[in-house]
């Protein structure tokens, strides 16, 4: 029997998929934070999340 092929499994899958418009200016911001911190739109994008979700909570 062969070994088990494919990608392995994640502790936190990530199976929500959520699609965002936006206007030129604000890609630009995106990609500007995004390559400064050289990492990808999605992880500066979940990275605003946790700060202003941790503001929330400081409240």
């Given at each position: 029997m062969s070994p088990r092929t494919g990608r392995p499994k994640t502790e936190n899958p990530k199976s929500t998929q959520l699609a965002v418009r936006l206007d030129a200016v604000t890609l630009e911001k995106l990609d500007a934070?995004?390559?400064?911190?050289s990492?990808?739109?999605?992880?500066t994008i979940r990275r605003g999340i946790e700060k202003l979700y941790s503001e929330l909570e400081e409240k």
């Open positions: 934070v995004a390559e400064y911190n990492e990808t739109r999605v992880q």
